[in-house]
């Protein structure tokens, strides 16, 4: 009989907080689900520790692809092997709250025309500490699909990352568009909420950890987050359900700006000109982002020192509990 819910664990070198991940996801309450952990050809410890403490444990099934098929493709790898009602995708280095799989399985349940649920996810450091907290509202909601789309369109990522929802596997089955690199859960979000609407709980349901391994910022200087932003911006910005008003376009204006500015050295002077050209302004490209970024580079240093000071001690290794 299948489970109520698939976890799905796509990793590729994640063995210093994948033990953490897994924990959270052995230790909750809601017993009807399955763990899908999808190895990508990891070069660290990752292989070994699945081998050595996954083996035989109830409720975990873990795989290996035989060559790197990227993030987007494993995180599909992942969707292959699930059976669930619903399925929660977990990065590896983030953490499930305790009974966050039966708080928005309830969710699910108690929608029908609810495609996809998201709570409160706390941001930690590498370390643990936390370092801020982010919510789509601060209450429960119903929210319409179409305006849930709008707001992360002409915004940021309200929703937030894969950790941080759930969603009906039915509504999921075209997969993740393994054309987008980095905005694929925020494209698949849109996929999902063009067929039902979003739960909002203000509950926290996961720990988003940032740390300097992650390539996020390479990312951004390579133009793959530009290229993502425009993609998804084609995608979604011409439906007729989108009809953004004068400060929701000058704010999406804003943004274009500064992924061409944070990206600057890395893409071409022809293809700057043309995406300030075609979804930005260069006027604002060239006198209002460059203060914006010196502004919150100085912010973030700051913010930085006070986290310095604040750090508690490191989590401890673990192993996965045995029944």
Request: proline residues 4%; positive net charge.
């Amino acid at each position: 009989m299948a489970p109520k819910i698939s976890v799905c664990i796509p990793v590729r070198n994640g063995g210093e907080f994948l033990p953490l991940a897994v924990e959270s996801v052995l230790s909750q309450s809601f017993d009807d689900m399955e763990l899908i952990i999808v190895d990508n050809c990891s070069t660290d410890g990752t292989a070994a520790w699945l081998a050595r403490e996954a083996s035989g444990v109830d409720k975990i099934k873990c795989f290996r692809n035989a060559v790197d098929i990227g993030m987007t493709r494993n995180f599909n790898a992942c969707l292959s092997h699930a059976t669930g009602e619903y399925v929660q995708c977990l990065c590896a280095d983030d953490l499930l709250s305790p009974g966050s799989l039966k708080t928005m399985a309830d969710a699910l349940d108690a929608a029908p025309s609810a495609t996809l649920v998201v709570g409160a996810r706390k941001l930690i450091d590498d370390k643990g500490a936390v370092i801020g907290m982010q919510r789509y509202a601060s209450e429960n909601l119903d929210i319409p699909g179409e305006q849930a789309i709008k707001r992360c369109l002409f915004g940021k990522n309200y929703i937030g990352e894969p950790s941080a929802v759930m969603f009906r596997r039915s509504a999921a089955a075209r997969r993740f568009d393994e054309s987008f690199s980095l905005l694929m859960d925020l494209e698949m979000w849109c996929h999902l909420l063009e067929q039902g609407s979003l739960i909002s709980l203000p509950d926290e349901v996961c720990a988003i950890r940032r740390h300097a391994a992650q390539m996020t910022h390479e990312n951004t200087r390579s133009g793959a987050l530009l290229d993502d932003n425009v993609n998804l911006l084609e995608r979604y910005g011409r439906k007729p359900y989108i009809r953004p008003s004068r400060a929701q376009s000058l704010s999406r204006k804003a943004r274009i700006a500064y992924r061409v500015w944070m990206c600057k050295d890395g893409i071409s002077a022809e293809k700057r000109d043309s995406v300030l050209t075609q979804y930005s302004s260069k006027l604002m490209y060239r006198t209002a982002v460059p203060v914006f970024a010196i502004m919150l580079s100085a912010w973030r240093g700051l913010r930085s020192m006070r986290r310095v000071r604040n750090t508690p001690a490191a989590l401890a290794n673990t192993s996965i509990p045995r029944a």
